[in-house]
């Protein structure tokens, strides 16, 4: 898997950031957390294709976060998609999501599925499930968790033929499942796999103060995206808007146990935003501030 950030800034975009947007690209599928004014020209720019977006998550109606669906879907019509697209976001998103097809002179010409979550549902797919968490913002806003299911563990040929078995075809059919005859034994699969590997946990928190809820449910987390608007100096901002300070980001991955965390929502404010990463480390030393086009392969975190 790995992680395109196509918009790290908050609020207003600037010439070095745009709005909101993260793309994860898992095997052939892209999924899309928020997409703000411009994704798509953000999308053209990196090396990821809005066309292979197959889910898209919105965090909440702040327009910093959803404006950039209706061109999106416009031009992924125009580009003569017909894959259907699935769309999920807070109470609202099937209105939105109306709106976008039906304004302006064009008819969308793949199907559009919205579901609408609230804090403590998920939506289940092949391999992994997408977690809706309640989040602490002004608005109505959703953290997203995705959580893969554990895979098998490795095939082992040295402990296959530790047990008589032969390499060839009943290699394939071990490794795909079946118990093997040798002889007079049965060999079964998990006699000749390693232990299950944990499937990846990452988290999405949207713009939000630090949320106990989004704590527990991104706990042991491979890979933590958090907003980090401004930096502790502005803490009351921070509050009053709803919104994290680079520490407290920080506090929130060092809390969940994360393996990585990447800052995110960048005020405009900040010409140079390093001292975010730098307050940020004090608290998570491997923190990172996320720039515009930054691709992150995503690995298995040490446990
Ligand atoms: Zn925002
Ligand atoms: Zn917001």
Redesign the pocket.
């Known amino acids: 898997m790995r992680l395109v950030f196509l918009g790290t800034g908050g609020s207003l975009p600037t010439p070095e950031r745009n709005v909101s947007a993260t793309a994860l690209q898992r095997g052939a599928e892209i999924l899309l957390f928020d997409c703000g004014e411009g994704t798509q020209r953000q999308f053209m720019a990196s090396s990821a294709s809005f066309m292979k977006v197959q889910k898209v998550f919105i965090t909440?109606f702040?327009g910093?976060?959803f404006l950039g669906l209706p061109g999106m879907i416009q031009s992924m019509s125009f580009s003569g998609r017909t894959a259907p697209l699935s769309v999920f976001g807070p109470p609202g998103m099937v209105d939105i999501v109306r709106i976008a097809v039906t304004m302006g002179h064009f008819g969308c010409g793949f199907d559009i599925q919205v579901r609408e979550l609230r804090g403590g549902q998920a939506a289940e797919f092949d391999g992994y499930e997408v977690h809706a968490v309640g989040m602490d913002?002004?608005?109505p806003?959703l953290g997203y968790i995705l959580k893969e299911k554990d895979r098998p563990g490795r095939f082992r040929p040295d402990r296959a033929k530790e047990l008589g078995v032969r390499e060839g075809p009943f290699f394939r059919k071990l490794q795909s499942g079946e118990a093997v005859r040798v002889g007079g034994a049965v060999v079964e699969p998990g006699m000749v796999m390693g232990p299950p590997r944990p499937g990846m946990k990452i988290a999405f928190s949207g713009?939000t103060r630090p949320c106990d809820a989004f704590i527990e449910a991104a706990r042991g987390a491979d890979v933590i995206v958090h907003e980090a608007t401004i930096d502790t100096s502005l803490r009351v901002q921070a509050a009053e808007f709803?919104h994290s300070t680079a520490r407290e980001a920080a506090e929130v991955a060092a809390k969940a146990g994360a393996g990585a965390l990447y800052l995110n929502h960048i005020s405009n404010r900040y010409e140079d935003a390093s001292v975010l990463e730098a307050e940020a480390r004090e608290v998570f030393p491997k923190a990172v501030l996320a720039h515009d086009l930054m691709v992150v392969q995503i690995r298995h975190r040490e446990r």
Request: charged fraction near 20%; aromatic fraction near 0%.
């Open positions: 909440h702040h910093d976060h913002h002004i608005v806003a713009d709803g």
